[in-house]
């Protein structure tokens, strides 16, 4: 029976302090374990007949409800709720349910005719050593264990039992039920694959004394900012339930359950039977995807000899061909010993050199594969000296294993005016040649050129990526100054030089007529040239307003600087993410803070910029004569380019609202509307809709969706898990994202938030000796995943700029094929 009112000090029992009949336990409970219970069997309850489940097969779980106080109100429903389940689905995953208090079951070798035993405890001081041991057996010999709620306070000064449930609760108790959000972001395990992504529940939350997040893998996770989580809160990473291989078994724990009623809810109790799908050995499960040790990140390439690129240029992008090889490119900066010449009278201002480097997985070198003359070595500093162009992109063609090409996005410096300060902006198409890896400068092909100012600094872009259909899609920076807007829209018609406003991002980006702030759509065509597929946001032939105020080539318009963008091939899904503007906070007068952006763009359309941001909110207007003087708030569904510097056309698409956005101060800013839709911009009235990340210093970088490809892959593979799960990042290490996200297909397209966030801060090591400052991240062939990491320094490269490669290490799901109990559902693979 229990035991109450009993303390005892701190159990530390080496297993050489077992008691001298635990050897015999030990081999009863794994022979029962593995081939039901031996002949022998002697102890309390030894002679119990457990009743034969339905299907005929020996599936049992024990529902043990001992408590130090007062059984808890939860018994009664959760012993009828697991008796209920175990009669649920087909024959095959029926079990028979035993419910007991008495703590001696856990000494009696019958003990391993359970396949699990479920904690539905009250707290304190349930078992003595030897039982405690005889749990431990139990796990050692391959049994599960599903803990509920309170089991999270039972066995208090139990290191291996802490271990078991995988973190403590805080000291506050939680007192009544409250409505909350629980992210379901593992969509394969049996406990949450069939329940909503974002799952509204009423239940009694608790909170952790240390999160258990990195060490046990997380099924489902409470989203704070629904309901009160009082003192001891963790914070936007809350895990409510997870699981995890522990000692030989499986173990799985939910926090929730906290209530009687829990247990007669459907999606509770659906809940509950995977978890006790997996525990039992009926199905299969990865508890193991996201356990941090479990993955190993490993810098590829070495740093340059001295006064050379032999390893690495500025890094600036990459791309993996299907036979394992990575591309990566360098913009143009040189090490800290190349000439960096600003003065516009010298023929050779801002001339560098771009890079292409290829390393090769049989040889685990990196060598150069060629390189491209280009503007873009312009030192740092003030933004009228430094330089964002050079070789901005990278793409194979989808048949390059075969024909060797290689499409570059790229500033040539001898399409550099010094007179007028414009340059040519092109995508072009070299050959590989199979015999040397060499690129081959006199194949070029250019597919498509445009001009761009670069009198002044910045955001050229310049991320590529194809779809399904051969499709490719050129990210372009809106080509404006980031300066003479207070950090806010770039909407400054002045200043000019030599006729072109540098500052008005609604001569490009805002612009229909203009190829700078988009993503064009294009589809190469053998000779060299392209056509224009169906579906882009212009045909080029709009008669609206006289006609030639619109390209073709134009897919998303009003983006400012993507950087990078990924294609999900599965969906054709466009993910893009952008830097926004300088300015620290809102302004009542000029409108919204600089606002990084990612989004899941679907279909042709406006993102925004430079008239609104984030989910529709719009900046001021401003205009000659007085550009310091504000105008009215731009209406995001209505939107007009009235620049003066517009050769477009005057109306142009609605903005669109986007997925994620974030500044200095959090994730998703918000803020009350008035009548007209314009937001208060008062800092004491922003709500953050995203609160897994912050700003700062931050450069959005967008990364892949993951698509797991078992026949494909190979060792060091990421697991299952991560597929669909669509990966977000920052230049920085900061607070700012780097995340994998789950989107609900249903809203993602229309700018609906993401429905679960996981970090891979501690799987995507960030740090001095980490990946510190993303800049470019994919998967290969072989199902890793390929970083790169800028460097140290600006416009340069260092000892510091590297390729590393991130696999992982843990194993396939558990139980093994041969250890299920019967042929089940397999879920994680």
Not at 214 to 228: I, L, P, W
Request: hydrophobic share 30%; glycine share 14%; proline share 9%.
């Amino acid at each position: 029976m229990p035991r109450t009112g009993r303390h005892r000090p701190p159990k530390k029992r080496p297993r050489s302090g077992r008691s001298a009949d635990l050897p015999a336990l030990v081999l009863a409970v794994t022979a029962a374990l593995l081939g039901g219970a031996p002949a022998n069997a002697s102890g309390p309850g030894a002679g119990l007949r457990l009743p034969t489940p339905p299907g005929g097969e020996n599936v049992r779980v024990l529902v043990f409800h001992a408590s130090a106080g007062a059984e808890p109100p939860t018994v009664d429903a959760g012993i009828e709720a697991v008796e209920r389940i175990g009669r649920q689905g087909p024959p095959a995953e029926h079990f028979a349910v035993d419910a007991t208090d008495d703590a001696s079951v856990f000494t009696d070798p019958r003990l391993g005719t359970y396949n699990a035993v479920v904690f539905l405890t009250g707290g304190g001081d349930l078992l003595d050593p030897e039982q405690e041991a005889g749990l431990e057996s139990y796990l050692e010999a391959g049994g599960g264990f599903v803990g509920i709620h309170d089991a999270a306070r039972a066995e208090p000064y139990s290191d291996w039992f802490t271990g078991l449930i995988g973190a403590r609760p805080a000291a506050t108790v939680p007192g009544t039920a409250q409505r909350a959000v629980v992210e379901t972001g593992d969509r394969r395990h049996p406990a949450t694959r069939d329940l909503p992504v974002e799952w509204k529940r009423p239940d009694k939350w608790l909170n952790w004394a240390t999160s258990p997040s990195g060490s046990v893998h997380t099924v489902a996770r409470v989203r704070e900012n629904t309901y009160r989580p009082g003192p001891g809160a963790n914070g936007w990473d809350h895990p409510i339930s997870w699981c995890r291989d522990y000692d030989g078994g499986r173990s799985f724990y939910t926090g929730m359950g906290g209530t009687p009623d829990s247990f007669r809810e459907a999606d509770f109790r659906t809940h509950l039977r995977g978890a006790l799908l997996w525990t039992t050995r009926l199905a299969r499960a990865d508890c193991q995807a996201t356990i941090a040790s479990h993955y190993k990140a490993e810098r590829l390439t070495a740093p340059n000899q001295p006064g050379t690129s032999d390893q690495i240029g500025e890094p600036h992008g990459l791309v993996t061909a299907k036979d394992g090889r990575v591309f990566y490119i360098g913009r143009g900066g040189g090490d800290a010993s190349a000439p960096v010449v600003t003065d516009w009278n010298d023929p050779d201002v801002g001339k560098g050199e771009g890079t292409v480097h290829v390393w090769d997985p049989k040889t685990g070198k990196a060598a150069l594969a060629g390189t491209v003359s280009v503007f873009g070595n312009k030192g740092g500093g003030d933004e009228l000296v430094k330089n964002e162009e050079g070789l901005l992109g990278i793409e194979l063609d989808p048949a390059f294993l075969t024909n060797g090409w290689v499409y570059v996005h790229y500033t040539p410096h001898s399409g550099v005016d010094r007179t007028t300060r414009m340059a040519e902006r092109r995508v072009s198409r070299f050959t590989l040649n199979p015999r040397t890896d060499k690129l081959n400068p006199a194949s070029e092909k250019v597919l498509l050129k445009w001009p761009v100012q670069v009198h002044s600094c910045c955001h050229a872009g310049g991320g590529m990526a194809w779809d399904s259909k051969n499709n490719l899609y050129i990210a372009t920076g809106d080509n404006n100054s980031s300066r003479f807007s207070d950090g806010y829209s770039g909407n400054n018609p002045q200043p000019v030089y030599k006729g072109v406003a540098f500052a008005d991002a609604r001569r490009t980006a805002g612009n229909t007529n203009n190829l700078n702030g988009k993503i064009l759509r294009i589809h190469p065509e053998p000779d060299g040239t392209y056509t224009l597929p169906e579906g882009n946001l212009f045909t080029g032939k709009e008669p609206d307003e006289g006609g030639g105020k619109t390209r073709g080539e134009i897919y998303v318009m009003g983006v400012r600087n993507p950087s990078r963008i990924s294609v999900d091939k599965k969906t054709d899904t466009l993910y893009a993410g952008w830097v926004g503007p300088d300015a620290t906070e809102p302004s009542t007068t000029w409108g919204p803070a600089k606002y990084d952006t990612f989004a899941a763009i679907t279909h042709a359309g406006n993102r925004g910029w430079p008239y609104c941001m984030g989910n529709n909110q719009p900046y001021r207007d401003r205009n000659l004569p007085d550009p310091s003087k504000p105008l009215g708030w731009y209406d995001c569904k209505h939107l007009k380019n009235e620049s003066p510097h517009n050769d477009g056309l005057v109306s142009i698409p609605p903005a669109e609202p986007n997925n994620v956005w974030y500044a200095p101060q959090g994730g998703g800013p918000d803020f009350p509307r008035d009548a007209q839709g314009v937001p208060s911009y008062r800092l004491s009235e922003q709500k953050l809709l995203l609160p897994w990340l912050k700003g700062g210093g931050q450069a959005a970088m967008d990364g892949p969706v993951h698509r797991h490809d078992a026949a494909a892959t190979g060792q060091g593979a990421w697991p299952a898990y991560w597929d669909g799960k669509w990966f977000v990042g920052d230049f920085y290490d900061g607070d700012q994202p780097r995340h994998a996200l789950v989107m609900d297909p249903r809203t993602a397209g229309s700018g609906g938030l993401p429905a679960h966030a996981e970090s891979l801060d501690k799987i995507v090591p960030v740090g001095v000796n980490g990946i510190r400052n993303l800049m470019g991240w994919t998967f290969g062939p072989d199902g890793a995943l390929y970083v790169l990491d800028y460097g140290r320094g600006f416009f340069t490269s260092d000892a510091k700029s590297a390729l590393w490669r991130v696999t992982y290490t843990g194993g396939e799901p558990t139980p093994r094929a041969t250890e299920l109990a019967r042929p089940g559902r397999e879920a994680g693979r």
